[in-house]
């Protein structure tokens, strides 16, 4: 695909309404991405507040995000290192217990064309049971926490992680060796990925 075929890859994705009938607020896609990113981050869909303002993670999981990645909002936002592809662009409204699922259609128009461009990517967090499920397949776990303890498993190409939201704060309590194992780990393989 050629330089102008990406941009305007990026602007139709933008411009994208195939969801619309089903978004409570509209849609709005968010993503970031540029063909040098060394880093893919793959996660769900974007809550009320990153809808709100259209960058990608900017609220609490966002935060944890870096923490966890042992990086800044700089580089965080630098699309030239990191790319954002969640599985769904738009927000996707609220149900009982959370945020709804990433509208399926989404992936299945955009998810291939956007990872082809993609060749300099060296590392892949894939965050939450949605993007798991679509990165990893079969080779994913029963649950999302055997699937993130058999992390060596999938590494160093991908790396399966909980989604860092605070509705998480009971599952890394519960799960210490999170902390003291995977993030090490994670942050080294990111500082790695992106010199």
């Keep these: 695909m050629t330089a102008a075929a990406f941009s305007k890859l990026q602007t139709e994705i933008r411009g994208c309404t195939l969801c619309a009938a089903h978004l409570p607020l509209g849609p709005r896609p968010v993503f970031q991405i540029a063909?040098?990113?060394r880093i893919l981050i793959a996660g769900q869909a974007p809550g009320s507040k990153v809808h709100a303002s259209g960058i990608p993670f900017d609220d609490a999981s966002g935060d944890r995000l870096r923490d966890w990645l042992g990086v800044d909002r700089e580089t965080f936002y630098d699309a030239s290192r990191i790319a954002i592809v969640p599985m769904?662009?738009?927000?996707?409204?609220?149900?009982?217990?959370?945020?709804?699922?990433?509208?399926?259609?989404?992936?299945?128009?955009?998810?291939?064309?956007?990872?082809?461009e993609?060749?300099?990517?060296?590392?892949?967090?894939?965050?939450?049971?949605?993007?798991?499920?679509?990165?990893?397949?079969?080779h994913s776990k029963t649950t999302l926490t055997d699937t993130v303890q058999a992390w060596r498993e999938f590494t160093p190409a991908l790396w399966p992680l909980p989604?860092?939201?605070?509705?998480?704060n009971i599952w890394l309590?519960?799960?210490?060796?999170?902390?003291?194992?995977?993030?090490?780990?994670?942050?080294?393989?990111?500082?790695?990925?992106?010199?």
Excluded: M
């Design 35 to 37: 063909r040098t990113a």
């Design 88 to 116: 769904g662009f738009c927000y996707p409204g609220t149900g009982k217990s959370g945020d709804l699922p990433p509208r399926p259609e989404c992936a299945v128009l955009w998810r291939e064309k956007i990872l082809r």
């Design 118 to 138: 993609l060749s300099a990517v060296k590392l892949t967090l894939v965050i939450g049971q949605y993007a798991l499920a679509w990165h990893l397949g079969a």
């Design 163 to 168: 989604h860092p939201s605070p509705r998480n």
């Design 173 to 195: 309590k519960r799960n210490p060796w999170f902390a003291q194992d995977v993030l090490p780990a994670l942050r080294s393989q990111v500082a790695d990925a992106l010199c």
